[in-house]
């Protein structure tokens, strides 16, 4: 291919890109959508002479993704266990909706949704029977709990296999059954720990959208210890090590999808641009990361002959294709 060759950069998203810093979160001093649901102030716990978790402190709004990343025994299940009142703090205050879990334990608890980490569940059940059975314990009764379960059949697309005996479905059906439960009584805060392990590749995609989707109505706070599964589905992180709270984060953005480089035919640039827009699964139109979240880049087309004010300096490159400098009239 002789000439100048544009370059199109594209990127194949289903989410507009934000522009990144450093590697690819921003310091931030807190959440940026409004109430917080669930409060947690110098949470401390102990076990004998061993503190697993030392003076960690963040909040979860109402409709935002909250991710605690951190290693394996960094205290993420720990902190989780007590905002879902399965352990009592050792000292500091934990809030759900306003209600402390330790003096107000009842009314906190019945505004979470917990999802454990490996989906424990009832294999002998079927889907159904199960979701009625979770609503019960939850306190759901008649026209209420009817609704509960349909609610979260509809939303977790679990229509297809309610007379299904759980044992038998794939872990990603078994997953989402998991979720149903915890949303049953539309709760405040939706807490997930590690809920993408075990998970093929395409399922842990579907799980990304589908708490995407759920943080439309609750607070979710999930935990992992990958940052990369943070970058795709959480708002803020809060970095965790040996027990403590190293900082917390507004991530820059996901990044969903592929990035792509193609290159055309000068005369044919715009041609290709066009017809790449037009095709499912690339958002956006021209620009440099516009909103829909692709670009393209077209360099700069070499000079055939001197730009206005200016003079040939020496060749830049003995090469077989020459490439002059250009210098200023008023460099002398």
């Known amino acids: 291919m002789t000439g ?10 289903d989410r507009p890109r934000r522009a990144s810093a450093g590697f690819g979160v921003a310091p931030a001093e807190g959440s940026r959508h409004g109430v917080a649901v669930a409060s947690v102030e110098r949470l401390g716990k102990r076990y004998g002479r061993r503190q697993a978790v030392d003076g960690v402190s963040f909040e979860v709004s109402e409709r935002e993704v909250v991710g605690l990343l951190g290693p394996n025994g960094s205290g993420k299940t720990t902190i989780l266990r007590v905002l879902t009142g399965y352990l009592r703090p050792s000292e500091g205050t934990v809030r759900i909706d306003g209600f402390d879990v330790v003096r107000d334990g009842q009314q906190a608890r019945a505004r979470v949704g917990y999802v454990p980490e490996n989906a424990p569940l009832y294999g002998h059940m079927r889907v159904d029977e199960f979701l009625h059975f979770m609503g019960r314990l939850r306190g759901l009764r008649g026209p209420a709990l009817r609704r509960g379960v349909e609610s979260a059949r509809a939303r977790l697309a679990l229509e297809p296999v309610g007379d299904a005996v759980i044992g038998r479905l794939s872990r990603g059906y078994r997953q989402r059954v998991s979720i149903a439960q915890a949303v049953l009584n539309e709760p405040k805060l939706l807490v997930l720990d590690e809920p993408t392990n075990g998970l093929d590749p395409r399922q842990v995609i579907e799980l990304r959208g589908l708490l995407r989707t759920l943080a439309r109505d609750s607070a979710v706070l999930v935990t992992s210890h990958i940052l990369a599964e943070m970058e795709r589905v959480a708002d803020r992180v809060a970095i965790l090590l040996d027990g403590r709270l190293l900082t917390v984060h507004h991530l820059a953005g996901p990044r969903r999808g592929a990035s792509l480089r193609v290159r055309a035919r000068a005369d044919r640039a715009d041609e290709v641009a066009a017809a790449l827009s037009g095709l499912a699964g690339i958002d956006g139109r ?19 002959s001197p730009p206005p004010c200016a003079l040939p300096a020496s060749p830049a490159s003995r090469r077989s294709r020459r490439r002059l400098t250009w210098r200023s009239c008023s460099s002398g």
Do not use: C, E, K, Y
Not at 4 to 13: Q, V, W
Not at 287 to 300: D, F, K, N
């Open 4 to 13: 100048s060759a544009p370059t199109l950069d594209l990127h194949l998203t």
């Open 286 to 304: 021209g620009g440099s990361w516009p909103a829909g979240g692709w670009r393209w880049r077209r360099p700069a087309q070499r000079r055939t």
